[in-house]
Every structure is written in C-alpha cells, then in structure tokens.
T-cell receptor, first 109, second 114 residues
Framework: GQNIDQPTEMTATEGAIVQINCTYQTSGFNGLFWYQQHAGEAPTFLSYNVLDGLEEKGRFSSFLSRSKGYSYLLLKELQMKDSASYLCALMDSNYQLIWGAGTKLIIKP | SQTIHQWPATLVQPVGSPLSLECTVEGTSNPNLYWYRQAAGRGLQLLFYSVGIGQISSEVPQNLSASRPQDRQFILSSKKLLLSDSGFYLC?????????????FGEGSRLTVL
C-alpha cells in the first residue's frame, strides 16, 4: 500500500526560509506533487517532480529523491500570505493521487 | 480559459436528509472529473472519478453516489445523510489522459450534518 507522512504544523518568521518535508512509501510511483491550500479554500497546484533533483519556481522549490522516498518544499523570503497548508501527494501506478494530511505553515512577523 | 464551479458553498443538513452537490466545468471538453472529501486533519479522500459521460468509478463504498449526465457536469448525491458525511467536498478536473497531476479544483462545498 501507500503511505505519506508530513509534519502537522510548522512555524516560521516573515522573510526567513522554511523547508517542509514529505516522506512516502509506495509500490508504484508516477510523480510527487505539492499543493497550497489557504484556510477555507481549495488547493492550488505548486509543483510536480517525477525525476530526482530540484525544481525551482520563483520563491518556491521542490526536491525529490525517489530512492529515499523523500521530497521537500522550500519556501524562501517568506511572506505573510504564505500562511497556508501545504499538501504533499504522490501519483500511484494507476495515475491516482494519494494525499498527505498536509502541513499547516504559520508565518509570524 | 477553463473554469470550474461547484455549489452550494455551504449547507447544513439534518441526518437522514438528501444531498445534491453540483459541479460544472467550462472552457474544455471531455475532462476527467473528481469528487474529493477533506476531513479535518486528514488528507484528501477520493470519492468518485469519471472519464466520460455515464462513466463513474467509486473509490470508497458509502452512502454517496455520483452521476455525470453531461460532459462537463458532475453531481454528488446522497439519499440519506449520516453524521460522518460532514466535511469539505471538492470537485476537480484534469485534461483527459494528462498524467502530470495538475488538478484544478472548484471552490469547495462545506457540509455540516446535524
């Protein structure tokens, strides 16, 4: 079966850098995804990694190591609007997304 | 451009009452459509997905059902709600045969069953 683990909650300071980790176990793998979800709203797509390495998109970067079953989302120059939940999801061998419970990120001034 | 809408945004229903949530997509054809439920502190749970009109796959056996009467319309229903049906329901779509995982979500419907 599949399993995804990510921290429940993290706190960081405005202007700083934060790394949100995600570990997974799966028998089939077709990619690892990160979504952002503000409270009371729908998730929005942030990134997609299918090969090992770092993908950078402005202030956000996502890293994948398939051999370690590990990914992280790196947020730089944190802004108050980055306060949200960050959802890790893996695509299984049937191309269905399996979701983690999400990491609530709290940004303090 | 493509848009997705779902309604109602919030509803409070008594136990045993029926449910109907509706979702429509505009600006694309033959999308893959999904219904998810999000309970507090838990990951998104896939309830149903559809790759075409009248084609529904159920991921979790329960008292909910889904229908796709038109290409861009997806409906989530229940004949009798349970307390455990409370949650945040999300409709989503992807382009057919796309496997990059980019789901586009509707605004969400928050259901409280009392």
């Amino acid at each position: 079966g599949q399993n995804i683990d990510q921290p429940t909650e993290m706190t960081a300071t405005e202007g700083a850098i934060v790394q949100i980790n995600c570990t997974y176990q799966t028998s089939g793998f077709n990619g690892l995804f990160w979504y952002q979800q503000h409270a009371g709203e729908a998730p929005t797509f942030l990134s997609y990694n299918v090969l090992d390495g770092l993908e950078e998109k402005g202030r956000f970067s996502s890293f994948l190591s398939r051999s370690k079953g590990y990914s992280y989302l790196l947020l730089k120059e944190l802004q108050m609007k980055d306060s949200a939940s960050y959802l890790c999801a893996l695509m299984d061998s049937n191309y269905q997304l399996i979701w983690g419970a999400g990491t609530k990120l709290i940004i303090k001034p | 451009s493509q848009t997705i809408h779902q309604w109602p945004a919030t509803l409070v229903q008594p136990v045993g009452s029926p449910l109907s949530l509706e979702c429509t997509v505009e600006g694309t054809s033959n999308p893959n459509l999904y219904w998810y439920r999000q309970a507090a502190g838990r990951g998104l749970q896939l309830l149903f997905y559809s790759v075409g009109i009248g084609q529904i796959s159920s991921e979790v056996p329960q008292n909910l059902s889904a229908s796709r009467p038109q290409d861009r319309q997806f409906i989530l229903s229940s004949k009798k709600l349970l307390l455990s049906d409370s949650g945040f329901y999300l409709c989503a779509w992807t382009r057919a045969a796309q496997h990059t995982g980019e789901l586009f979500f509707g605004e969400g419907s928050r259901l409280t069953v009392l």
